[in-house]
């Protein structure tokens, strides 16, 4: 890469805004963003501390904790006696819209192990947004199953799922796979709807998913039916948007 070109990169105007956070963190978006769209190319070297200190118009405090995080995330790496350079970067997990998998089945057929950390499980009062989703009275009750999914051990999604109670009473019951538990009792859903919204993370759930405060992810609605068309699952998940692709096929009618 010429120097005139490393310049434009780290150049403030081209990744610095005031009043949209910490200059590292912008500086960590912009070279993670540079990443991931190919500006800087797998094996790229990162000009040396002092001179992106310079090019970037920032302390080289500011930018030692932005290459930190992205050396933490494994998206850059430092070779001894080299430099910093752009890691290798697996491709993406590409993700069909039209097909209705469960996390399980998705990692599988990418040759991963997915396991569920539990947050919470248990059965509670519906709130209004469960009763409107799930078509409950006040008084019923409804299983909550809050979840960290994993794949291959890397922290991969969140997800808050709620069912009712008489489609699963026992919440205990799902340790790593939901959908197998509800197959287990001819309850597994045939068809779902999703609402898919862009929005940047929060601090107590950055720490969950390996992701520094205000990165964006993809918050993911899905309302999963029976072949009787009755609504019996609402999740809300947030998935890392730099692991995560998904994928809608288009046909003309
Ligand atoms: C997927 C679903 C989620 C479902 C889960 C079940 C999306 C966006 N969401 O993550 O709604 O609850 O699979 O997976 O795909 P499990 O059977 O592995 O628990």
Not at 68 to 94: I, M, S, Y
């Given at each position: 890469?010429?120097?005139?070109k490393?310049?434009?990169?780290?150049?403030?105007?081209?990744?610095?805004?005031?009043g949209?956070?910490?200059?590292?963190?912008?500086?960590?978006?912009?070279?993670?963003?540079?990443i991931?769209?190919?500006?800087?190319?797998?094996?790229?070297?990162?000009?040396?501390e002092?001179?992106?200190?310079?090019?970037?118009?920032?302390?080289?405090?500011?930018?030692?904790?932005?290459?930190?995080?992205?050396?933490?995330?494994?998206?850059?790496?430092?070779?001894?006696?080299?430099?910093?350079?752009?890691?290798?970067?697996?491709?993406?997990?590409?993700?069909?819209?039209?097909?209705?998998?469960?996390?399980?089945?998705?990692?599988?057929?990418?040759?991963?192990?997915?396991?569920?950390?539990?947050?919470?499980?248990?059965?509670?009062?519906?709130?209004?947004?469960?009763?409107?989703?799930?078509?409950?009275?006040g008084?019923?009750?409804?299983?909550?199953?809050?979840?960290?999914?994993s794949?291959?051990?890397?922290?991969?999604?969140?997800?808050?799922?709620?069912?009712?109670?008489?489609?699963?009473?026992?919440?205990?019951?799902?340790?790593?796979?939901?959908?197998?538990?509800?197959?287990?009792?001819?309850?597994?859903?045939?068809?779902a709807?999703?609402?898919?919204?862009?929005?940047?993370?929060?601090?107590?759930?950055?720490?969950?998913?390996?992701?520094?405060?205000?990165?964006?992810?993809?918050?993911?609605?899905?309302t999963?039916?029976?072949?009787?068309?009755?609504?019996?699952?609402?999740?809300?998940?947030?998935?890392?948007?730099?692991?995560?692709?998904?994928?809608?096929?288009?046909?003309?009618?």
């Amino acid at each position: 890469m010429t120097q005139a070109k490393t310049a434009q990169i780290y150049a403030p105007d081209h990744w610095y805004r005031a009043g949209r956070g910490p200059r590292y963190v912008q500086l960590y978006r912009h070279i993670a963003a540079a990443i991931g769209s190919g500006v800087l190319e797998n094996d790229a070297q990162l000009p040396p501390e002092r001179d992106l200190a310079e090019l970037a118009d920032v302390s080289r405090v500011t930018v030692r904790k932005a290459v930190a995080q992205l050396v933490a995330e494994g998206q850059l790496e430092q070779r001894r006696g080299a430099g910093t350079f752009v890691r290798p970067q697996p491709p993406k997990l590409v993700h069909s819209l039209s097909a209705l998998l469960s996390f399980t089945e998705y990692m599988r057929q990418r040759g991963k192990t997915s396991t569920s950390q539990i947050l919470r499980r248990g059965l509670f009062l519906p709130s209004p947004d469960e009763q409107m989703a799930l078509g409950l009275a006040g008084s019923d009750r409804v299983a909550r199953v809050d979840r960290l999914r994993s794949a291959d051990g890397v922290p991969m999604a969140l997800e808050w799922s709620s069912l009712p109670q008489d489609i699963l009473d026992d919440p205990e019951r799902v340790e790593t796979s939901l959908y197998d538990v509800l197959r287990a009792r001819g309850n597994a859903p045939t068809r779902a709807v999703q609402r898919i919204t862009a929005l940047n993370v929060t601090a107590a759930d950055g720490q969950l998913l390996h992701l520094p405060d205000g990165v964006a992810v993809l918050r993911i609605d899905r309302t999963a039916y029976l072949p009787s068309g009755r609504p019996i699952e609402f999740t809300r998940g947030l998935y890392r948007s730099d692991i995560y692709d998904f994928v809608a096929e288009l046909r003309l009618e």
